[in-house]
């Protein structure tokens, strides 16, 4: 079987803060792997998702569709809220795969939901943007987010700006860039 990433991308826009997406891991092929992806990208019935993923993960997989089942399965988690579990499942993602970069995003995207550890989010988002993903605005409209909440306002701004640059027509960072007004001030002399 082989894997590629596709991303899928959920905004929960609330009122003038950002919330930040996700990023889904591919299994071309059959089997129950390919069904754990499909569970977490068209965020089916939890219960039924997560037995989908668990019967996937009792499959003879590949060590890369395995990490990556691990990814969408944490995607599930992560769409039922359970945070804890979600990590985990990156996290394991992340000793089998430590290349994946999808796994990074994800930590760093469910460290935000769970709060209070924007900087691990960054950390963990600038790790798998350096990686290369297929679709990098994923990650840097979460990095965005993150960047925001300890207020770092110019890097919210510049992975806004790249996100938006990243996928030309995607409105969410657009609209998130109406919020900031960029000055230019002369620097002196002296």
Known sequence: MKASAILGVALLAG?????????????????????????AELKRETRASLDICERALEESLSRRDRAATHVNRGIVYMQARNMEMAMRDYESAIRLEPKLAEAHINLGIALLHRGGRDREAIAALTRGIEMKPERPEVALYSRAVAHELIGDNRAAYEDYSAAAAARPGWQEPVEQLKRFSVERRQVGNG
């Not at 990023?23 to 992806?37: D, E, L």
């Open 15 to 39: 009122a003038g803060a950002a919330q930040p997406a996700q990023a889904a891991v591919s299994i071309i092929g059959g089997g129950m792997g390919r069904g754990c992806f499909l569970a």
